[in-house]
C-alpha cells in the first residue's frame, strides 16, 4: 500500500475530495486518508445543498463569491456528473421585525463587499414563490444563489481525483501528526504512519483532535443538524430557501422531492451515545415549520431523515491556510454547516496554495491563528 505523497489529505469529504482533484489538476502526487469506510460519509452526504452567498459572513464572502462565479457554472461538465446546480436564487425568509433587522444588516454587510442582495417585501417574496404563506413579511434576495446535489458532487470530485491518479484510503482514522526537523511530515493512523511534503487536515470536528497532536488548537464544538426529504411532488419552485435566523431551510431537488433541514433546539438533549443519530424532536418541528411557510405541502409524506454533526467554530467562520509555526501544515475545517456551496473554491485555492504559494482570493481573515490574543 502506497504511504507516500508530495500531498496527504486527512478527510475524505468534499473539501478533501475537491482539494485532491485540483492538486491533481497541478500535476501533485495526493493520497487522501479517510477515517470511515466511506467517501464523503460527515457532513458532506448530511447537508442541505446549499450554494449561496447571501447570510454569510462577510469574510467568507470574496471566496464563496469566487467559486460561484468561475467554478459552479461549469462543474457538471468538468466532473462528468450531474450536480444538478440551480441558480435560481436565494429568498433569507422573515417573519418579525427582529428577522428584517437580522436580514437588513446581513444584506447590507454583503452589498459593501459588491454582492447583488437586497431586502423585499412581503408581497414581492410571494411574486417570486407564490406558495409561500402570508407570514411571511419581508426576505433578502440574492439572484445568483442556489443549491446542488451534495451527493453526487462529492462523488463527482472523488471520482475525477481517482482517475487522475489520487490515492484514496478509507477505513483509516488518523490518530496524530508528526514534524520532522521542523516541518510536517508524518501523519500516523493505528496501523500505518503515512509521510509527506505537505499534509492538509480537513476532518470536520476531528481535526481538532488531529491539530492538537502538534500543538495547534483550533476552537469549534460540534452541533447536531438534521435534513429531511419528502416524496416527489410536481414543480413548485427553484429558489433555495433560508430563515433570518437560520433554523430552517431547504429547496426542491430536480426529482420533485423536497429536502428541509432545520433544528429543534432541543438537540443536545439526544441521547445517542456519541452516534450520528437522528433525534424524535428535531424532524416534527420542522415539519411544523413547512407547514406553516408551505401550507400546499401539509400532506406530503415525509421519506427519510438524516442527522451530522457541524463542526461549529467559535467566531462561525471557517479556518482555512496554511500554518505558519509548521512549514507544510494547512487546515480546511469549522465550516459551520455550510462548507459545500463553498467547497469547490476552497478546494482550488487551498491546491493552489499548496502549490504556489499564492492564491487569487484573499484567505487572510479565514487564518487559523485569528483567535489569538493581539499584543
Known sequence: MKKTAEVIIIGGGIIGCATAYYLAKLGRNVIVLEGSDHIGNGGSSRNGGGVRQS???????????????????????????????????????????KHRDILTKLANNARG?????????????????????????????????????????TLGYYKMARRMGVTFISGEPVRG??????????????????????VLVAAGLDSRDILTSVGIDIPMTNSLLECLVT???????????GTAEADFYGHQTKHGSFVFGGSSGLERYNKDNGMVSNSSKTAPCIC?????????????????????????????????????????????????????????????????LITTGVTDVSLDELRYDRYKAKI
Open 55 to 97: 447570510g454569510r459572513d462577510v469574510r467568507e464572502l470574496p471566496l464563496v463569491m469566487y467559486g460561484i462565479k468561475n467554478l459552479w457554472p461549469t462543474l457538471s461538465e468538468e466532473l462528468e456528473v450531474d450536480c444538478e446546480y440551480h441558480q435560481d436564487g436565494n429568498l433569507r425568509l422573515g417573519k418579525t421585525e
Open 113 to 153: 463587499v459588491g454582492l447583488d442582495v437586497r431586502m423585499i417585501d412581503g408581497d414581492e417574496v410571494r411574486q417570486i414563490n407564490p406558495y409561500l404563506s402570508d407570514e411571511v413579511i419581508c426576505a433578502s434576495w440574492c439572484p445568483t444563489d442556489g443549491h446542488a446535489n451534495p451527493l453526487t458532487t
Open 177 to 198: 501528526l508528526a514534524v520532522v526537523r521542523g516541518k510536517i511530515r508524518k501523519v500516523i493512523t493505528p496501523n500505518n504512519v503515512y509521510e509527506g511534503e505537505n
Open 231 to 241: 416524496e416527489a411532488q410536481p414543480h413548485m419552485f427553484d429558489q433555495m430557501l
Open 288 to 352: 411544523r415549520g413547512i407547514m406553516k411557510y408551505f401550507p400546499d405541502l401539509a400532506n406530503a409524506k415525509i421519506v427519510r431523515t438524516w442527522a451530522g454533526w457541524m463542526d461549529a467554530s467559535s467566531d462561525g467562520v471557517p479556518s482555512i491556510g496554511k500554518v505558519d509555526e509548521i512549514p507544510g501544515l494547512y487546515v480546511a475545517c469549522a465550516f459551520n454547516g455550510h462548507g459545500f456551496g463553498i467547497a469547490p473554491a476552497v478546494g482550488e485555492q487551498l491546491a493552489k
